[in-house]
């Protein structure tokens, strides 16, 4: 079915700490009374349901284990133990997962309402430890804030020359507290993009000697020295911080993460190794990721990835926003991958929602099981990590050079503006049009402007979506809304 829909009210903007979405059908509702420009506004601001999830999540532990404390203001002398005494920072909580004073079956809490300056590094559980570890908040106000960012002091700041207008700060973990505010657990400079009074700024160029316009950087990898062009020091101008190549979570099996916000950095939101299995996220949002280099290969940086054979691993109801590449991965080589599910969240001005990218070749085991259900997808393509020349990838749902089989479903969706299509399919250094056949799609709704194509590369434009519905597969039962919905 086609319906015909346009209006031109603003787009609301995306309340930070609030991991949570609208229904199907609510916002169905809101399509027929507003036309999809008042629905994709106010996506953000709606209400998900706790209703049950497609896949079971892990089970909860039987066997209590003990609660920490992580606040800004507590010492790291402390024990952690209780809310009067708390540790104070993410440092402190890592060195007791690894040396196994935190360790599965407790629980990790860490105070709303203010930021922690670092990044989340638990580790495996012994072998035969089937108990849960759970990281979530405790107190009042918004979601505590995971940050790698680091924030230069006025004393950081160096000028390369008198009048060069090429500032420098060391942001080698030595000069923190002095030259710069933040996270402490690296040295590097590689960083993704600059975060000036709240606005991305993403000019990465090649070199110093590159620099021209006001906010460009220079971060090699490898340095620990970042330069920027600025026409005055640049903590004069405002509050500037810097996103470094430390991914903010390194998931691990048996773990639960829950209420959190994970914010600012150059790598990946959440990223795990290999077969990690048995995983929830709920109820948390990802926003400001990507953009550092990766040797290669480029500029990177996704909301959540699955990689390698993950297994039974759920993503529900959480915002992911404003990251370079895509808002969920699926990605690796062989496999198997299994019961992945993404469920009930919200994604905004990321450069894709969904991907999969498996290596191994047909005799391998693949991705069995894996689902991208009810969620609300919108500007896709259309953020700060948008590249003119990676064209067609602005899309919804992307598939790269599969080589493994695939068993997905693409169901219960809104996929609201994307800058190219719905569905991108790589193969080689170009696109086709076949969408994979272990791909069951049905049930979602297409809002796109007149003339956007529903696959890249294909002939079905999206007033034209009679004809490819009746593919094997393709869109079943699926609503397509012909208009901009900004």
């Not at 916002?27 to 049950?52: F, I, M, R």
């Not at 969620?375 to 259309?382: K, M, S």
Request: net charge negative; aromatic share 6%; glycine share 12%.
């Amino acid at each position: 079915m086609t319906l015909d829909a346009s209006s031109g009210a603003p787009r609301a903007a995306v309340p930070a700490d609030t991991p949570q979405g609208p229904t199907r059908r609510g916002l169905l509702g809101a399509l027929a009374a507003a036309g999809a420009a008042a629905a994709a506004a106010g996506l953000a601001d709606a209400v998900l349901p706790a209703g049950p999830a497609s896949a079971s999540p892990p089970a909860p532990d039987a066997a209590p284990g003990r609660t920490f404390h992580v606040h800004p203001s507590g010492s790291d002398d402390a024990d952690g133990l209780s809310p009067t005494r708390p540790w104070r920072s993410l440092a402190r909580l890592n060195l007791a997962f690894a040396e196994q004073q935190v360790r599965h079956g407790d629980t990790v809490l860490l105070a709303r309402g203010r930021v922690h300056p670092g990044v989340l590094r638990p580790r495996e559980p012994a072998q035969g430890d089937d108990r849960l570890l759970t990281i979530a908040a405790y107190g009042t106000g918004s979601a505590p804030r995971v940050s790698a960012f680091k924030t230069p002091t006025a004393a950081g700041w160096r000028e390369t020359a008198p009048g060069s207008g090429r500032w420098q700060v060391d942001l080698a973990a030595t000069g923190a507290g002095s030259d710069w505010l933040g996270d402490a657990s690296s040295s590097t400079a590689n960083v993704g993009f600059l975060k000036v009074n709240d606005e991305i700024r993403a000019y990465r160029r090649g070199s110093v000697a590159d620099l021209r316009g006001q906010w460009e950087f220079a971060s090699p990898a490898g340095s620990t020295v970042l330069t920027v062009r600025s026409d005055a020091r640049p903590d004069t101008l405002g509050s500037v911080q810097a996103a470094v190549d430390d991914p903010l979570v390194l998931g691990v099996s048996q773990l639960v993460l829950r209420g959190l916000h994970l914010v600012g950095t150059g790598s990946h939101g959440y990223d795990d190794g290999p077969g990690v299995h048995d995983v929830l996220i709920e109820h948390c949002t990802v926003s400001h990721v990507g953009g550092s280099e990766l040797p290669g290969a480029g500029r990177y940086g996704n909301g959540v990835q699955i990689w390698q054979a993950g297994q039974r691993v759920t993503v529900r109801r959480c915002v992911i926003t404003d990251c370079w590449d895509t808002a969920t991965t699926v990605q690796g080589w062989d496999g198997p991958w299994s019961a992945i599910v993404f469920e009930q969240n919200v994604v905004l001005r990321c450069t894709q929602a969904f991907e999969v990218w498996t290596r191994g070749g047909p005799a391998s085991p693949g991705v069995l099981d894996c689902r991208f259900v009810d969620n609300v997808c919108h500007d896709v393509g259309l953020g700060w990590g948008a590249r003119a020349q990676q064209v067609g990838r602005g899309s919804h749902v992307v598939f790269y050079e599969l080589e493994t089989p695939v068993s997905i479903e693409v169901t219960g969706n809104v996929f609201g503006s994307s800058r190219d299509a719905v569905y991108y399919v790589g193969a080689g250094a170009g696109a086709t049009a076949v969408l994979p056949s272990g791909l069951s799609s049905h049930d979602n709704v297409v809002v796109q402007p007149r003339g956007r194509p529903i696959v890249w590369d294909g002939p079905w434009t999206v007033q034209r979506s009679e004809s490819f519905s009746t593919g094997p597969g393709r869109e079943a039962d699926s609503t397509f809304v012909v208009g901009d919905p900004r």
